[in-house]
T-cell receptor, first 114, second 113 residues
Framework: DAGVTQSPTHLIKTRGQHVTLRCSPISGHKSVSWYQQVLGQGPQFIFQYYEKEERGRGNFPDRFSARQFPNYSSELNVNALLLGDSALYLC?????????????FGSGTRLTVV | DAKTTQPPSMDCAEGRAANLPCNHSTISGNEYVYWYRQIHSQGPQYIIHGLKNNETNEMASLIITEDRKSSTLILPHATLRDTAVYYCIVRVVSGGSNYKLTFGKGTLLTVNP
């Protein structure tokens, strides 16, 4: 079985640009979460989606948005990129948001803003 | 979710048991203790979780004190591949805002040959 797939693996963008990151969850998983991990810190929660609806949002500005598609894949969009948005962006999938076991994370997208 | 405290780093000899402590003195009765690890340049990996009883799986054992204010993750025979940052997380599982994991800085475990 394929795990959580994220694309692209690496990305370099210029300040002010827009970026779209993509995530395909494990087959059968209906919930996708997004996390941002800056160097030296633990991952920070951005969004969770379940059945195409937003179920939770972390403390991130409105420049960050996301959506989930009918096939349960997801996109994270970041507008007006800042240098501080440089980070590893992680996607995690689960059967549902209330499940009593762990999420499965992808390997992430490394975003560098210059 | 309750806050956790972990040592920033630990060393362990290959083949020996690695015991990683976590303090969660403000834990509530409906909060579980979860452990994840993150090997360099990879996403976090789920290890184990528990409520109040000790738990064991193929990866590790989790020992939770009787008052639930602290716990220890035990890797019984550490290998070089266990070198990673280990995160202890406390979260409510049923009801409430249980949809997110709140990561701290974790403990960098270095397994030495």
């Amino acid at each position: 079985d394929a795990g959580v797939t994220q694309s692209p693996t690496h990305l370099i963008k210029t300040r002010g640009q827009h970026v779209t990151l993509r995530c395909s969850p494990i087959s059968g998983h209906k919930s996708v979460s997004w996390y941002q991990q800056v160097l030296g810190q633990g991952p920070q929660f951005i969004f969770q989606y379940y059945e195409k609806e937003e179920r939770g949002r972390g403390n991130f500005p409105d420049r960050f948005s996301a959506r989930q598609f009918p096939n349960y894949s997801s996109e994270l969009n970041v507008n007006a990129l800042l240098l501080g948005d440089s980070a590893l962006y992680l996607c995690a999938s689960s059967l549902a948001p209330l499940q009593n076991y762990g999420y499965t994370f992808g390997s992430g997208t490394r975003l560098t803003v210059v | 979710d309750a806050k956790t405290t972990q040592p920033p780093s630990m060393d362990c000899a290959e083949g020996r048991a690695a015991n990683l402590p976590c303090n969660h003195s403000t834990i509530s009765g409906n909060e579980y203790v979860y452990w994840y690890r993150q090997i360099h340049s990879q996403g976090p990996q789920y290890i184990i979780h528990g409520l109040k009883n000790n738990e064991t799986n193929e990866m590790a054992s989790l020992i939770i004190t009787e008052d639930r204010k602290s716990s220890t993750l035990i890797l019984p025979h550490a290998t070089l591949r266990d070198t990673a940052v280990y995160y202890c997380i406390v979260r409510v599982v049923s009801g409430g805002s249980n949809y997110k994991l709140t990561f701290g800085k974790g403990t960098l475990l270095t397994v030495n040959p």
